[in-house]
């Protein structure tokens, strides 16, 4: 762990970064074993690498020609797009003057990019957190460890020493979770909202886990409760907007309105999903920390 | 409005939350779940299709804002016609590939397995119901992610190997197409659909932004094009449908690609028209990709040695067949296509499952040598998987037959003077090319046996593998005996999308 | 042409950002660049989405003071579609380097070609 920034990048000059260091906090030691073994490489293979190395010159040549063809392509298109900054471009029409002037009364958010996302074009945001979803469940299939792999390194044993790590966590950490919270409450008032907040929080956990290791953390988010968080968040999310898109397309009336723009309790529903996104996010950001640093949460 | 027009809210929605649901459950109630959540889907698709065939499309708010402010759906009979296939089609994989999954797939992941199968099933939704571009971007990143997550859960590195390769050519896919959605909001300022083509018709006759306007459409064609595995970049699919468990391989040949063609062929008659589309000279573009790629993937097909590269190859092939059709002309072109996609979508997925089933009884063997008079010893799968591969080959009474029977019409009576040769001699080269390479491996499955130790499985030993195929060879050999109405619902919808 | 350029140089900026990020995506052999081209490429998408949105000489869509003027605001939706590609690409990122951790303790290495010659002697020797 004593590697320098420059070191990796030279390393990566070689096209061949060391994983090690990143997969032996998993505690995979038959990874360094089998490294060890020796490679038979028949004449074949002797073949088709020096055919490799010649390819290796073929590529930055491609990449580079491909590149500039792209570019070329690009500015052509760009020189013909509407000016830079000006009010009368095609994008500021009758869409953007109702979003900004009627946002307020309809959805009752001051921040109109809050009402945009979470209620006019709200499906595309139920997909964005499903997307989430998806790479959770995605990342989980790959690195979530078996039983046999269980770590045998002591768990916060490399940053256990650092003192000036774990003091400036004391007094960060809080603060940040704090932060965090008045950003997911404030998102409908002003800049912020669920993923902003939830990314904030979530790198308070992460920052906790690497002063003090992950146990601490693990007394209140394990797999399971993991796994419940995110379920009750994402099943509210949807069944919240299934009902509010059902009352739009058949001309009901919602229960949730827009309330009194500029109070904390207002604008319908926008609140109550900021505070779902942001605990999903903030489960997601900790929870791929975790789960790249040692198979599990 | 009647309460029907619900049903697509519902399904998208069902479809994600048994999919957050199955997180917590194990994978035995996971599998029940989608399986429920398929059949729902086919049965309500199906309801739908009456429904709008009757009443003509309709436009489903998403909210409480209409058209150009809030998000949308736009409900075609067509459009549900594909998700009720589509279900179907997935049902039968799932069911099908039971006995692979389980092996393939440690017992603890599972449910992660049919998490995915859930989240493709909302994303094909979306596809076939969006009215809005942008929602479409979002829903192919959930597909693509979910489609990598089926093929790279059996964990070996070969897999793995596919799954990043897969992977780095589907972001390529999706950089492009958001760039393209990008451009063309910056010259247009709108997402959703019937916004977009006014303002497109307005823009291409003024003659206004007229480069932005046509690299746009490049950048949207050639994204999905990619994604779906167009010629030149379809070498990821031998790798991707040859190592992956045989549903996921005939989930992703048959419908995640289909999946995007249909949103393509959705944009390009929904978003820039097909006047436009067919005097940009794109057309001409992915008509010459697709007959490249016909020949190509035919041509690797048959230097295969392995039954299921070989089966990902034609893959390759059939994809060249669908952007052919797109390439010939709006209408009748586009409706074979269609009909193409119903054609693979029920095909390939049959192929993959008899070929995992034969190399079942040929102790796990894929190579074609081992496979010798393997038919013998699985009656059952022998049958269907030449019922496939006569599908494949456009032997009359199979779908493909009326597939290429189309795409000949379509040639012939659409296309100008070159193109209508090629297409027939394309569909003549590339037929003999698929006799060439499935005929060999039909001949090969019944010849004298090796003499190896082989596994004998009857009908008893492999029911959900025999039910799905019963199925798949039903569903084959009814549509192409009932292949006029279905041409007639495919054009009346085309013409009206 | 060049004075176009000039005065749309940050969606210039961008799509130069976006060739780059791209060929080092399809065309690097070291799965890690490939990672970084990817980001590179999605970051130039998001400039060239947020630039669309900019009008000079006015404010962040939050509405102040109640004034609703649609003339003091500049576009709230390119920031909108921002924050979903954001949210996109951090989730094929995290998927991607998944990927790259499994693959690097299959194969020991990271440069692509390495790894297919491996694969390839693998299929050789299976049945």
Known sequence: MKKSIKDWFSEWDEDKINLTELTANQGNENLIKEEKKEHNISELVELKQKELSRAGKIYPVLAALLCVVIIYFMLMTVSGLPKFGQADNPTNNEVVERYVEKGMEETGAVNVVAGVILDYRAFDTLGESHVLFTAVIAVFTLLLADKEEKETIEEGQIMKQDNILRNTAIFIVPLTVLFGIYVILNGHLGPGGGFSGGAIIGAAFIIYAMAFGFSGIEKFLTLKTFRIIVLCALLFYSGAKCYSFFCGANELHSIFGPGTPGMILSSGLIL????????????????????????RI | MSFTVNFPLFMIVLSLMSAAVSSVLPGKVARVITLCLNAVVCTASSILT???????????????FPSPWGNELKLTYLGSLFAAIFATVMFLCVLGGKKHINLDIEAKKQNFYYIMIDLIQAALLVFCFTNDIFTGYVFIEICTIASCGILMISQIGRTTLAAVRYMIFSLVGSGLFLLGVVVLYNITGHLLMPQLRETVEALWQSGEYRMPLISSLCLIVSGLAIKSGLFPFQFWMPDTYG???????????????????????????????????????????????????????SGFAIAENNIFRMIAQSSAAQIGYIYMG??????????????????????????????????????????????????????????????????????????????????????????????????????????????????????????????????????????PYVTASVMFAIINIGTSLAASPIFYLIERGVSRL | MLEFIWTNRIQCVSVILFAIGFSTLLLHRNLMKKIIGLNIMDTATYLFLTSIGMIEGRLAPIIQNGDTDVSKYVNPLPAGLVLTGIVVSVSVTAVMLALTIRLYKSYHTLNLDEIYLKAQEEQEEEP
Request: hydrophobic share 45%.
């Open chain 2, 326 to 463: 797109i390439g010939i002309s709006p209408t009748l072109g586009i409706v074979a296509a269609l009909f193409h996609i119903i054609t693979h979508a029920i095909t390939k997925p049959s192929l993959f499952l008899s070929a995992s089933a034969l190399s079942d009884s040929a102790n796990g063997y894929k190579k074609f040598r081992n496979l010798q008079g393997v038919a013998k010893d699985n009656k059952p799968a022998g049958i269907f998987f030449t019922i496939g591969a006569f599908s494949m080959i456009g032997i009359p009474f199979t779908m493909g037959f009326v597939s290429k029977y189309l795409f000949a019409t379509a040639g012939l009576g659409e296309g100008s003077g070159f193109k209508a040769y090629t297409t027939i001699i394309v569909l003549a080269v590339s037929t003999i090319l698929n006799t060439l390479y499935f005929a060999r491996t039909v001949i090969r499955i019944y010849s004298k046996p090796t003499g190896e130790n082989r596994i004998k499985l009857t009908v008893r030993n492999q029911k």
């Open chain 2, 243 to 297: 190592y992956a468990t045989p549903a996921s391989s005939g989930i992703l040949s048959g419908l995640v690609s289909k999946g995007y063609i249909f949103f393509l062929i959705k944009i390009i008659l929904d978003v820039y028209g097909s006047d436009m589309f067919y005097s940009s000279g794109m057309n001409n573009v992915l008509f010459a990709l697709g007959v490249i790629g016909i020949v190509t993937g």
């Open chain 1, 272 to 295: 109550p999903l900021n505070i779902a996104v942001g605990i999903v996010v903030a489960c997601t950001m900790y929870g791929f920390y975790s789960i790249f640093k040692r198979g």
């Open chain 2, 50 to 64: 009456v429904y709008l065939y009757a009443e003509g499309p309709v436009f489903y708010k998403m909210g409480h």
